[in-house]
């Protein structure tokens, strides 16, 4: 454990008590602490082969993406998304521009308002072809791909740019609209970024 802690240190460029604490806080988040010490040694490996693995693929680094998974963790864990798919959303919404607690926020709220949509929401998620209930479903079972894959082929059947702004807006609201947007409009960044940090996590326990 000592030893992920201080790769985990050198990587990320931060000391050891503030790499420590970012392991073990993305572990809690997201459900991974097993009480099982080998496990969770294990699992800890996992957790910071993607943490590294996510910085060297993506623009945020190691710091922020622990900073977003400290926001986005809990949400995270009741979507069903491992550490690896919630660390290439994370790299994607850099992509846009957000990172640290403020990508944890966005996508928190992203996943909440894909599952759960208020009245207006649920009435424009009809006109794309879908619903909360089905969305929620493809990412409980299938990944943030697939809800996403599903939302962004009903947008594209919109006939404006401006059509489906509207639409974004009034399933995620204007805040959180931004962050759904990055996310539709990169999905093909997404699958490569989970590809790139699947691969840096291979032969670690994968968590």
Do not use: W, Y
Not at 122 to 131: F, I
Not at 148 to 175: C, P, Q, V, Y
């Amino acid at each position: 454990m000592g030893t992920t802690v201080n790769l985990l240190s050198a990587a990320s460029g931060d000391d050891a008590t503030t790499s420590m604490n970012a392991l073990v806080d993305t572990m809690l988040q997201l459900g991974l602490t097993t009480g099982n010490a080998a496990r969770d040694a294990q699992t800890m490996t996992s957790v910071a082969n993607a943490l590294a693995a996510s910085a060297k693929v993506g623009a945020a680094e190691i710091p922020q993406v622990a900073q977003s998974l400290l926001q986005v963790g809990v949400a995270a864990k009741g979507a069903n998304l491992d550490v690896v798919s919630v660390n290439a959303a994370v790299q994607v919404l850099a992509v846009g521009g957000k990172t640290g607690a403020e990508a944890g926020v966005a996508l928190r709220n992203v996943l909440g308002l894909i599952q759960k949509a208020s009245g207006p929401a649920e009435q424009a998620m009809k006109t794309l072809g879908t619903s909360s209930k089905e969305l929620g479903e493809l990412l409980t079972t299938q990944g943030l791909d697939a809800a996403l894959s599903k939302l962004k082929g009903g947008m594209d059947g919109l006939g404006s740019a401006a059509e489906r702004n509207a639409t974004l807006m009034t399933i995620f609201g204007t805040e959180n609209s931004a962050a759904a947007g990055i996310l539709l409009d990169n999905l093909g960044q997404f699958k490569e970024f989970e590809e790139g940090i699947r691969a840096g996590t291979e032969g670690t326990g994968e968590a």
